[in-house]
C-alpha cells in the first residue's frame, strides 16, 4: 500500500489550495500526482470515477453512465470506418442493439440505460458535423458494382445508378490527389444516393417485383411481418428485460471483482480506510445476483448466451424489414409521382394517421388543417422515409368520403376538391399565424 505525505504549503510559499476544481492543487490533481508516484513503485492504482449526485445516491446508475460511454465509444469505432455515411452507420449501431434518436444530435440507448445519451458528448468527434466531414473527406472510395439486372420495371432506376457511379468515380480520378470542399460535399451526397438506388434495385430483384402491383403486395407482407414479430417481441419484453439486466450486472460483478479484492486487503491494514463507492456497488450485485464467484457470474453469462443470441436476432430481423419497406415505400412513391393518373396529392405525418379506425387495408387520415376524415386504401399511400411524411395520392374526378372527428360519414368530395380544401385551410391557418 502506498501512503502520500502532502505539505501544507505550496513551493510558492503559500498555503496549499485545496478547492476540488483547481486542477493542480485540488484533491482530484493531488489524486493524479499521487497515482504517478504509485505507479513507478508498482502500487496498485484504484480506478478513477466521476460521480455525480444523484436521486437516491444510486451509485450503480452512475458507474453505468461511465461504463456505458466506454461501451458505445468501443461500438462506434467497431464499424465507423466499414460504413459510407451517417445513416448506414446508425443503421449498424441498431443492428447491435441501440436505439436511435436522430435529429440535430444523434442520441443512443443501449440495453439498460434509463434515457438517452447524446454521442457527441461523449467525444465531439462524434458531432454530426464531423461526422459527415469524417465520411465527406474520404478520398478514392471503390464503389460496390450493382449486382441486378435491368428490367423494363427497374430501368430508369437502373440508368440513375450506373449514372450516379459512372460520376463519382470519373470525378476521383480527375481530383485526385487534391481537395475540393464543395467537391467533398457534392460526393458524399452522391455515394448515399448511389447506395440506396443501388439497395432498392436489389430489394426489387430479391422479391422478383415486376410491377406496382408487386410493390404493394410486398409492403402489405412486409407490414405484416412487422407486426408479428413486434408483438412477439412486445410478448416477451419482460424476459428479453431480465436476462440481459442480469447478464450485464454479471459483467459488471467480473469488472470490479479485483477492486473489491484490492479494498478489502486495504481495510485489513488500515480500518480508517474509507471503502469507495465500488464496494458498495459490487456487494449490492452479489446479493442480488445471489453469487459469490467470478465463476457463478461467468456461468450466469454463458447461461443467458443463446437467448441473447435470439433477442439479438430478432431485433436484426425487424431492423431489416423497416430497412426494405422504407425501400420498397420510395420506388412506390416514385411510381405513384410519376404517373399521369395521380396529379393531386396530399402530404401528412404520421400523427394524422387514425389507427384505432384504420385496418390492415385502409388508413382512416385525418386531413390536415381541417376537421375531416378519409379512409383510403393504403396502396394509395406512401411514405418517405427521408423526410418522414406520407403522401396521399388522389385521381382528379374519383369521389371520396368524408367523415367527421366520430368517424360519421358526412359527406362527398372529388380529388381536386379534397387537395384545394386542405391547402385554402393551410392558407387561412398561417394568415391567423402571421397575424
Not at 436484426?316 to 415505400?329: A, F, G, P, V
Amino acid at each position: 500500500m502506498a501512503l502520500s505525505l502532502l505539505n501544507a504549503i505550496n513551493l510558492s510559499g503559500k498555503k496549499l489550495e485545496d478547492r476540488l476544481a483547481n486542477q493542480k492543487e485540488g484533491l482530484y490533481g493531488l489524486s493524479d500526482t499521487s497515482d504517478k508516484i504509485a505507479a513507478e513503485y508498482g502500487c496498485f492504482i484504484m480506478p478513477k470515477k466521476i460521480y455525480q449526485k444523484s436521486r437516491e445516491r444510486d451509485y450503480y446508475y452512475q458507474y453505468k453512465r461511465q461504463t456505458w460511454k466506454e461501451q458505445i465509444q468501443d461500438d462506434i469505432e467497431k464499424v465507423i470506418s466499414k460504413c459510407n455515411g451517417i445513416d448506414e452507420l446508425l443503421d449498424e449501431l441498431s443492428i447491435r442493439g441501440y436505439e436511435i434518436r436522430r435529429g440535430k444530435h444523434i442520441s443512443v440507448k443501449c440495453l439498460g440505460m434509463q434515457r438517452y445519451a447524446r454521442i457527441d458528448t461523449i467525444s465531439s468527434k462524434y458531432s454530426t458535423s464531423n461526422l459527415y466531414k469524417f465520411y465527406r473527406d474520404r478520398t478514392n472510395i471503390k464503389l460496390l458494382a450493382i449486382k441486378t439486372n435491368k428490367t423494363e420495371f427497374n430501368s430508369i432506376l437502373f440508368q440513375k445508378a450506373n449514372e450516379s457511379k459512372i460520376a463519382i468515380e470519373k470525378s476521383q480520378l480527375q481530383t485526385k490527389g487534391k481537395v475540393y470542399n464543395e467537391y467533398q460535399k457534392t460526393k458524399y451526397q452522391e455515394i448515399q444516393r448511389y447506395y440506396k438506388l443501388k439497395q432498392q434495385l436489389e430489394y426489387l430483384d430479391k422479391y422478383n417485383i415486376r410491377d406496382f402491383n408487386d410493390i404493394e403486395t410486398e409492403i402489405s407482407i412486409k407490414r405484416g411481418q412487422i407486426k408479428d414479430k413486434n408483438v412477439e417481441m412486445k410478448k416477451n419484453q419482460e424476459k428479453f428485460d431480465k436476462i440481459l439486466k442480469t447478464t450485464e450486472m454479471a459483467n459488471d460483478y467480473i469488472r470490479l471483482y479485483e477492486l473489491y479484492e484490492y479494498a478489502i486487503s486495504y481495510k485489513e491494514i488500515d480500518e480508517d480506510y474509507v471503502f469507495p463507492p465500488e464496494v458498495d456497488i459490487f456487494i449490492k450485485l452479489q446479493n442480488d445476483l445471489n453469487i459469490i464467484s467470478i465463476d457463478e457470474a461467468k456461468q450466469l453469462i454463458k447461461d443467458s448466451r443463446s437467448e441473447r443470441i435470439k433477442i439479438n436476432k430478432k431485433r436484426n430481423e425487424i431492423l431489416e424489414l423497416q430497412r426494405e419497406l422504407n425501400h420498397l415505400e420510395t420506388i412506390k412513391e416514385e411510381k405513384l409521382s410519376s404517373s399521369d393518373l395521380y396529379i393531386h396529392n396530399i402530404k401528412f405525418g404520421g400523427n394524422k394517421i387514425d389507427y384505432k379506425n384504420s385496418n390492415d387495408k385502409e388508413y382512416c387520415i385525418n386531413l390536415p388543417y381541417t376537421n375531416f376524415k378519409i379512409h383510403i386504401d393504403k396502396k394509395f399511400t406512401a411514405y418517405n422515409e427521408k423526410y418522414q411524411f406520407y403522401t396521399l395520392y388522389l385521381v382528379d374526378d374519383k369521389e371520396y368520403e368524408l367523415y367527421d372527428k366520430d368517424n360519421q360519414k358526412i359527406g362527398i368530395a372529388k380529388g381536386t376538391d379534397l387537395e384545394k380544401l386542405v391547402l385554402e385551410k393551410k392558407k387561412e391557418i398561417d394568415s391567423l399565424y402571421s397575424k
